[in-house]
């Protein structure tokens, strides 16, 4: 057998806009405590006669084994800021995506409307940490792991066959590489069972869901050989009605997904594991949900002219979504189809459309004689999508945009790694990677305004990044109780785009000094950096202006071609443990980080004669302070009460940069500097906290369970400018069931008061109107309302 993980040495209102609403907080986190608080009266109720009865749940909290620091440590003892979330745990609180794992993790958020694209789905979602926005799609500040190899974007939602997720916060390139800026999120699959297993899951609620998975795992060759095959699909209608005149779609939001998954582990020899991991995922969805604020709702005026100011609600929104494909639909997407323009993947009707396989190879070999452990770790990633939109969002037929945009993602990574004897005082592990992307993108548009039409089209832009690094690990315990680590990469980022192309070199060190204060309570300090590739401006960005507009443009912003990469100090602090007896866990850090170099997107007008010229490109002009603290817990007061809890102040103060949309809105200079204000599509304040009862019922020789979910997230400003921020989001959870031998049967109730509330806000401009001379509008992503379901499991052969 391969080695265990070392034994270290013991130590709302009817309107779309409303003030800040304190009582509105207060009232809404009150109710969702109260149904808490009742979910757990209710249980000890039903035992308090018969305590002794219980299920068999230790009170002690069992422990974690991750691998961040790529070898196997204990949680509580990895002197690093991460969120684990085991399968158990993802299966109490009924995750079945990324996304439900974002709601309880402190300081992870999710937005799908960073771009500006006006839509709010699946084919750009973006995860953030700490608070650290991508400035660009196709440079995210985090990056998704599967086994050790990095994921396209977007190419991964569900959360199949999982062992557990490992969310690192703070820069993670020293072992994880490009692309960590601000954290990581590593996948780790499950090994196949080594008895015969067949499992079969079944879920059906309201609104209409439909989700079915079916697991077949196993000895294929006795221990030698093991394998498992899933396949899952899920179909849930739209949640939210949709409210356009014209329509296919009755209801918005609509998705659906199937998985299948393959996985084999062989261990010829005690000493050698090869596991292979196959993964093929297929999208298909409607049109998004995502609701146009129009410019007659706004509030306040500035010179420029109207805007909103204060809290935007999601009570009593209106969703349009004009999807019927009429002939002009139609013959624009032949049109898009036909060789010569460029496109990727075309889709025939409104909605999007994705197919994305991956594919990865780890092997795993300790010699004895050498006493260290050999590991390499292969993947290949495949995705294309295309997706196509009314890009207006407006009720209205006599003038639709249409706006189609196409990906094409293929990634390969390779890393060989060893680790030494993780038992001495010194210990190390030393590796190299190699990674290559390319990234094609291209878009199509068509105005069909009263019976004319006009068709543009973008062909595929092609981006490719090749990355070389080699890394090291050195831990030496300078006493019982203080270990420092020494880590860090050298890694050489070649990108290329436009028939350009530039290679940067840079350092990347972690330091860490760890203190047992005693042997349960251990602290750590880190310091860190973190940098993320820089793109390419076009050489032809400000070919139109004016000789005097340019230099204008370039005094205000600066200008150049390529774009240097954005660099992140991080300082941090934490403390991790168990106390009570072991009754409870805890992690808990504090950062502070400088942001600088960040990149910003510049979009300035110039009127030039008779024209409106418009001057696009990205410019290395922001810094940012970010200060935060999170806390991440569990406490296991008895046998039969499980309580889990997470928290997060993520604050992000700007100190240098400009936001040119912000001077549109409200008439000031276009190099206004926001200073003091927080960065936009950011929540400060985070909270999560579950309770879980378990119990018997003797006369059934059945287990039963119910938990409760309490989720807060404060809303988020829609830019920099600081003006107007969504709503908070307070949503409970709840469940309950029965386990009987091999079945399960669970009822479940999520969004149990059925908030309304925006995920996330970003400016637009009133289309149909032809208003482009400045933001005037906002799109936001909606939430799905309550739904009720059942889930059904069973398993054969455990």
Not at 191 to 208: E, F, K, Y
Not at 450 to 455: A, K, L, Q, V
Not at 460 to 473: D, F, I, L, N
Not at 768 to 788: E, K, Q
């Amino acid at each position: 057998m391969l080695p265990p993980p070392p034994k270290r040495r013991q130590r709302r209102t009817a309107s779309y806009l409303e003030g800040d609403g304190i009582m509105r907080i207060k009232g809404s986190l009150l109710a969702g405590v109260s149904a808490v608080a009742f979910t757990l009266g209710v249980a000890s109720e039903g035992l308090a006669a018969g305590q002794d009865k219980t299920a068999d749940k230790a009170s002690e909290i069992t422990e974690v084994v991750v691998t961040a620091r790529g070898r196997k440590e204990k949680l509580l003892e990895t002197p690093v800021a991460i969120s684990a979330m085991s399968a158990e745990k993802i299966e109490q609180i009924g995750a079945t995506s990324l996304t439900d794992i974002a709601r309880y993790t402190p300081g992870m958020t999710e937005n799908a409307t960073i771009t500006g694209s006006g839509r709010n789905d699946r084919s750009f979602s973006q995860f953030i940490l700490r608070g650290i926005v991508p400035s660009d799609i196709d440079i995210p500040t985090t990056t998704t792991f599967v086994d050790g190899a990095p994921l396209a974007l977007g190419a991964v939602d569900g959360i199949d066959d999982l062992e557990r997720i490992e969310t690192l916060k703070g820069p993670q390139a020293a072992y994880f590489g490009r692309q960590t800026f601000g954290g990581a999120i590593s996948l780790v699959t499950k090994d196949p069972a080594s008895t015969p297993m067949l499992t079969v899951n079944g879920v059906l609620g309201d609104p209409t869901q439909t989700e079915g998975r079916v697991t077949l795992e196993g000895p294929i060759l006795g221990e030698k050989l093991t394998g498992r095959v899933s396949y899952r699909y899920s179909s849930q209608d739209g949640a939210y009605d949709n409210d356009a005149t014209w329509k296919t779609h009755e209801r918005v939001g609509d998705r659906k997904t199937q998985n299948v998954n393959l996985t084999l582990v062989a261990q010829p020899t005690d000493s050698l594991k090869v596991k292979f991991t196959g993964m093929y995922r297929r999208d298909h969805d409607g049109p998004s949900a995502q609701v146009y604020i129009a410019p007659s709702k706004s509030n306040c005026v500035f010179p420029a002219g109207r805007w909103f100011c204060g809290t935007v609600s999601a009570s009593d929104v209106k969703l349009y979504a004009n999807d019927v494909v009429t002939p002009s639909v139609k013959a624009f997407i032949q049109q898009a189809k036909a060789p010569g323009s460029g496109q990727i993947k075309v889709v025939d009707e409104f909605g999007l459309q994705r197919d994305a396989y991956h594919g990865g190879l780890n092997a795993e070999y300790y010699s004895p004689s050498l006493n260290l452990t050999f590991s390499s770790i292969t993947g290949v990633d495949y995705q294309e999508f295309g997706q196509l939109q009314d890009l207006d969002n407006q009720d209205s037929q006599s003038t639709n945009w249409l706006f189609e945009v196409s990906k094409r993602n293929r990634n390969f990574f390779q890393e060989f790694r060893i680790v030494s004897d993780q038992e001495k005082a010194f210990r190390w592990l030393v590796g190299a990677s190699y990674a290559w992307q390319r990234v094609d993108s291209a878009t199509a548009s068509s105005l069909l305004s009263f019976g004319s039409t006009s068709n543009s089209f973008a062909p595929a832009y092609a981006a490719t990044s090749e990355t070389k690094g080699v890394y090291a690990g050195l831990t030496y315990d300078v006493t019982q109780k203080l270990t420092l680590n020494l880590e860090g990469r050298y890694q050489a980022d070649t990108q290329t785009a436009n028939g350009l192309s530039k290679t940067y070199n840079n350092f990347l060190p972690r330091a860490i000094a760890q203190y047992h204060f005693t042997d349960k309570v251990m602290g750590y300090a880190t310091y860190s950096i973190g940098v993320n590739p820089g793109p390419f401006n076009s050489p032809a960005a400000l070919s139109q202006l004016t000789d005097a507009n340019r230099a204008d443009f370039i005094s205000r912003y600066g200008f150049q071609v390529e774009v240097k990469p954005e660099h992140l100090e991080n300082f941090e602090a934490g403390v991790k443990g168990t106390f009570l007896d072991g009754k409870l866990s805890l992690a808990a850090d504090v950062y502070h980080d400088v942001w600088t170099d960040q990149i910003n997107q510049v979009n300035q007008f110039y009127q030039q004669g008779a024209n409106l010229v418009s001057a696009f490109a990205k410019v290395n002009n922001g810094k940012v302070l970010l200060n935060g603290v999170e806390v991440d817990g569990n406490f296991r007061p008895t046998r039969n009460v499980d309580i889990s809890f997470a928290g997060a102040i993520n604050d992000t103060n700007i100190r240098e940069g400009t936001c040119v949309t912000c001077g549109q809105i409200t008439g000031q200079a276009a190099n206004t500097v926001y200073r003091g204000n927080e960065l936009g599509n950011v929540s400060k304040y985070q909270g999560a906290l579950g309770v879980s009862y378990y119990g018997m019922l003797p006369a059934w020789s059945a287990d039963w369970f119910a938990r409760a979910d309490l989720n807060y997230k404060s809303g988020s400003y829609a830019t920099a400018d600081n003006l107007v921020k969504t709503d908070e989001q307070t949503t409970v959870d709840v469940r309950a069931g029965v386990n009987k031998g091999p079945l399960m049967v669970e009822g479940y109730v999520r969004n149990l008061f059925d908030e309304k509330y925006f995920t996330n806000a970003a400016i637009f401009y009133d289309i149909v109107a032809f208003d482009f001379a400045r933001p005037n509008a906002l799109i936001a992503g909606i939430a799905p309302g309550r739904s009720v379901g059942v889930r059904l499991k069973y398993v054969w052969g455990r």
